[in-house]
């Protein structure tokens, strides 16, 4: 699934000139998406990973995004908790995983890139 930048919001939902996580009319593949109750989406994208940095995911409000393709990546599943559901890879819903990520664990770096792998090569 891509999608392409058509706003800038803040947290709040109020539009802004500028985000230094997006880029206006920049296309970005979507890792996963999350759901809340009320049905408000968010894609998780990855914003930046300069060369020999660790990547940059956030997740941004889907109000942010068109959509430009709809393909659904082989290696997404579907998961809820509490108040929350979605779909992302199958192996970064394994417990622990998204907060080791974050804190650069360096066993997390080979789970990340082939999920990643898989879902740039499903629509390139």
Known sequence: MK???IRLLDSDGREVEFSSWLTLDRIY????????PDGKRSFSIISRQPVGEWPQM???QAECFEVVSEVVPSNWQEWG???????S???WQAPGFYEA???????????FERERDIILSEDP
Not at 81 to 87: A, K, L, M, P, Q
């Open 3 to 5: 999608v392409k930048c």
């Open 101 to 111: 990520f974050y804190d650069h664990d360096p066993t997390t770096y080979p789970i």
């Open 81 to 87: 908790h509490e108040n929350i559901s979605g779909v």
């Open 89 to 91: 890879p199958a192996a």
């Open 29 to 36: 593949h979507v890792m996963a998406i999350h759901v809340e």
């Open 58 to 60: 956030g997740s941004h």
